[in-house]
């Protein structure tokens, strides 16, 4: 297995361990512990960038493959996948603006923002977990591509 081939493995695990710290963080907030809240989502915003640079470079050298499921199976991952790739690409300058104003002390405008952020990028996570378990596992492409 070539380097590239283990990207999309990889990027799935990233995905997993993003969810897991968004959850704490969230967690963390509801009980109080704002120390543990702000090292829980930066850690989440850390994976998410090793996510980002993992998933260009595999962009860059992988074809894009087509899901091989038929039928209502077929239409339920598309309709996922597009709702994963227009929020993911929403949630980088929403998620950048919820660091911000936290780590600016606003968070009074902090807390207002992070109702839409928390939930879209937890969503962004576990569809992305989604798509990859379609695609690379209950109905594999021919990985064959990546070399
Ligand atoms: C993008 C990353 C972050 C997200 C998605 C996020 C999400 C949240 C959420 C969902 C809440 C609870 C809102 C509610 O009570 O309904 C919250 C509150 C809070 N967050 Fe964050 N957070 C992030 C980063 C941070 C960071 C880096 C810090 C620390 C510098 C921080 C400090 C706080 C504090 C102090 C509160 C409580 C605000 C209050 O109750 O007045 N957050 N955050």
Do not use: E
């Not at 799935?12 to 809240?37: E, P, Q, Y």
């Not at 074809?63 to 339920?76: D, E, H, M, N």
């Not at 109905?139 to 070399?147: F, Q, S, V």
């Amino acid at each position: 297995m070539t380097a590239i081939a283990i990207l999309p493995h990889v990027n799935a695990v990233l995905n997993a361990a993003a969810a897991c710290f968004l959850m704490a963080g969230f967690i963390f907030i509801r009980s109080g512990h704002r120390d543990a809240h702000r090292a829980a989502m930066l850690g989440a915003a850390s994976i998410s960038g090793l996510f980002l640079i993992s998933y260009v470079t595999l962009r860059f050298y992988a074809p894009i493959f087509v899901f091989q499921g038929l039928g209502a199976v077929r239409i339920f991952y598309y309709i996922v996948l597009v709702s994963h790739v227009a929020l993911a690409m929403a949630i980088v300058p929403l998620v950048a603006m919820t660091l911000v104003r936290a780590l600016t002390g606003r968070f009074d405008a902090h807390k207002r923002i992070a109702r839409w952020a928390w939930p879209v990028w937890m969503y962004v996570s576990l569809s992305g977990i989604f798509v990859y378990l379609m695609l690379y596992q209950i109905y594999p492409a021919d990985m064959a591509a990546l070399g």
